[in-house]
């Protein structure tokens, strides 16, 4: 573990019990896409928003942001997004 757990993750609390959620979350994707990864979380976690839809651009920045500290391994990126081609 490269960093300490954070105690707060895009706005919200964070403990050891959400991470250890998290990481068993992302062994039981199936497929192991980073999408579906959010989606699971979100469900575990409770991420949503007012009207009750999950946040999942947070989750993916918060899982993002996880792996890059090393608390978690994510798959890699199915597509990029762009940044870096020529025309």
């Known amino acids: 573990m490269d960093q300490a757990i954070p105690s707060r993750l895009c706005g919200r ?5 959400d991470l250890a959620r998290l990481r068993q979350e992302i062994a039981l994707a199936q ?3 980073r999408a579906e990864i ?3 979380v979100c ?4 991420w ?7 946040k999942l651009m947070s989750a993916r ?3 993002l942001r ?11 990126p199915t597509c990029g997004n ?5 025309f």
């Open 43 to 46: 469900r575990a976690l409770e």
């Open 48 to 54: 949503t928003d007012i009207q009750g839809r999950p």
């Open 13 to 17: 609390p964070f403990n050891e019990t």
């Open 82 to 86: 762009g940044n870096g081609r020529r």
């Open 31 to 33: 497929p192991p896409l």
């Open 66 to 76: 996880l792996h890059r500290a090393g608390l978690i391994v994510l798959p890699p």
């Open 38 to 40: 959010a989606r699971r």
């Open 61 to 63: 920045v918060g899982l």
